[in-house]
């Protein structure tokens, strides 16, 4: 029987809902795999991203970039060493209205269900169908990349994310900031609630020995160790969300792309987490993510009229397009982790004069981050 959709994308996250909206836009049928909606979707969730603004410009595009008070703008950047090394950025230094966004995941989750209810071209399946070519987006556990018998070569980080959403004292003035400590904890406020917000989300990096500790505090002792490990930053903080965990990793499959085992003429490809994880103290997992499904969808919309979607040949150009980058992001994270993992007197001195000297740097600080935002 033949198939009746050009691609099944296994996954309905923000990643594979990105992915179906692009493809369909291209006159491609495409089966979005996911499981039935659960009413309780979306509260407490208490995830952010630091969204690049190439990523605003591609979900701008796809009209799913959420409203203002959900998309908070980034006008400067604190990074605080566990000395007196220190690093700032700016918008106004950069010449743009906007370093990234901080965006509130279940708001961003609405808009592209919203947009992929009412693009022609893509059915919603709980199952997944026959199609040339599956693009896997299921995350970091799919149960997919294990079936088509891909390795998903793992390194994990002694530390575990700690997630939450703080009320603070004094308004947050737009300021993403960020701190590493001398326990090796990393502590990130990023800002929310628009322009004038007093909310900040949290991503605290911390020892992985010490999580049952973390976990057993009451809401207002995390808020007290918060306040404590950020010196006060932005006056008095009260916990207003729950707390999530999770550990952190270093990751890589070992093919992104492959013939479907058993399915002569079917392919696969991996996307977003199904394919790769970082340190998430840069703030790019999303963003590489999204860059995935931008590069795949380029590829097959300019693929050659006689060649098939599910063509290895053509599914390798992605590959090595999206390994490149996620190898350069994914070394810069990991090198900071491991320097500041370090607890040795000598390491401290290197890394706070290393911070000192970078923010002084002018061009290559302008380099820098010029790649995180993608713009350059």
Known sequence: MAATHDICIRGAGIVGRTLALLLARERLRVALVAPPADPASGHGDVRAYALSPAARALLEGLRCWPAERAATPV????????????????????????????????????????????????????????????????GRASSTRAELGVEFATTRYPQHAIATRLDCERPHGQVAR??????????AFLPLDGAQGRQVAVVWSARSERLDELRALD????????????????????????????????????RWVGPMPGRAGESFALAGDAAHAMHPLAGQGLNVGLGDAAELARVLAAREAWRPLGDLKLLRRYERARQGDWLRMSLATDALQQLFDRPEPAAALLRNWGMA????????KRRIAELAMGTA
């Open 75 to 138: 006008l400067a950047m604190e990074v605080h060493g566990d000395g007196d090394g220190a690093v700032q950025f700016s918008a106004t230094a950069q010449g743009v209205p906007a370093l990234n966004w901080i965006v509130d995941v279940p708001a961003l989750e609405r808009q592209l269900a919203e947009a992929v209810n009412y693009q022609s071209g893509i059915d919603m399946v709980s199952t997944p169908v026959a199609a040339p070519l599956t693009v896997v987006c299921e």
């Open 178 to 187: 960020q701190w590493f400590t001398a326990e090796g904890d990393i502590v």
């Open 357 to 364: 000297a970078f923010n002084a740097s002018g061009p290559i």
């Open 219 to 254: 809401d207002a002792a995390f808020a007290a160790r918060l306040f404590d490990l950020s010196g006060g930053a932005l006056g008095a903080l009260s916990q207003t969300g729950p707390r999530a965990s999770w550990p952190l990793l270093l990751a890589k499959a070992t």
